[in-house]
């Protein structure tokens, strides 16, 4: 498939272009030599280096084995084949992931709106915003502004671009930004220089302190014999204090004997004289049966 653009690319730009450095303030992890290799390896059937550990290399991910790594080859494998089912050219391919890149760059950057808190992460509006931005610097013709341009795209595969961003990133933005950005765990590496231990001091310089011996008593022992008269003080008070309790103690239980031993008393006069009643009660029915009887 032959393209032709109104405009074409400057010397400077096409240089730019192949060292991966955009005027647009791009930068191209995958160049498009990388873009022909990458085919290449997804096209050839037999053992070899595989297209998500060649994805890794160029980005400079480190161990493609990490969860983010995985995540972020997963995508721009996906990017870069819905690229080709549109026809794109190598170079569009690589500008398009250089674009992507700066996107994915752009979730660990401070937000700088008031939603929902200063010094957030970016929010997905600010993230499509960027997106929006990169994408008209290398969309269509050179505009009136003074801003840097390049005519990468034409306006239909840009909206075919958008239209399969949308739906795929920035639908399921939250959960990109879950897995990539990290908000709990963050660890810090840093050298610190630690000065060598000093060297104990000499003992034979070392001086004897002779302690002073004062001829006036302590204040301590001036005082004594107030303090003990206050602590024996002390003591009669307690004592006195413990024998009107054991006073009080003892005439409540003189009481309560009393109030019991009364209750007792009372208790079994009733009860001799209920018995008495009962019994002549039986002797009254005894005579009546024998009277009856006779």
């Known amino acids: 498939m032959v393209q032709a653009f109104s405009m074409a690319l400057s010397n400077a730009q096409i240089s730019e272009l192949a060292v991966g450095e955009l005027p647009t303030g791009v930068q191209i992890p995958l160049r498009p030599h990388d873009v022909r290799e990458l085919q290449r390896l997804q096209d050839c059937t037999s053992g070899g280096l595989s297209p998500r550990a060649f994805l890794a290399d ?74 929006r931005r990169l994408l008209l610097a290398h969309c269509g013709r050179h505009g009136t502004s003074e801003k840097p341009h390049m005519a990468i795209f034409s306006v239909p595969e840009a909206k075919q671009i958008s239209a399969y961003v949308s739906s795929g990133l920035f639908n399921h933005f939250v959960l990109y930004k879950y897995c990539l950005v990290a908000h709990q765990a963050k660890t810090t590496f840093c050298n610190l220089t630690l000065d060598f231990p000093r060297p104990p001091p000499d003992l034979r310089s070392g001086k004897l302190l002779v302690e002073q011996i004062s ?66 009660q039986l002797s009254e029915g005894r005579d009546k049966l024998v009277k009856g009887k006779g």
Not at 93 to 105: D, E, N, Q, R, Y
Not at 225 to 253: F, I, K, M, P
Request: with cysteine; charged share 25%.
């Open 215 to 280: 001829e006036t008593p302590p204040i301590s022992e001036v005082g004594l014999g107030a303090d003990e008269a206050y602590e024996s003080l002390t003591h009669a008070e307690v004592e006195r204090e413990s024998l009107q309790d054991d006073t009080q103690e003892n005439e409540l239980h003189a009481d309560l004997d009393a109030f019991v031993a009364q209750s007792v008393y009372e208790s079994e006069q009733r009860l001799l004289e209920s018995i008495a009643r009962r019994d002549e």
């Open 58 to 131: 160029c980005f400079g991910l480190g161990s493609a084995s990490s969860f983010q790594s995985d995540v972020l080859c997963d995508y721009f494998l996906d990017l870069l084949h819905h690229a080709r089912t549109l026809c794109l050219s190598l170079r569009q391919m690589s500008v398009l992931t250089g674009i992507m890149w700066s996107v994915f760059a752009a979730m660990h950057r401070r937000s700088e709106s008031s939603a929902p808190r200063v010094g957030e992460s970016f929010t997905p509006a600010e993230c499509y915003a960027e997106y």
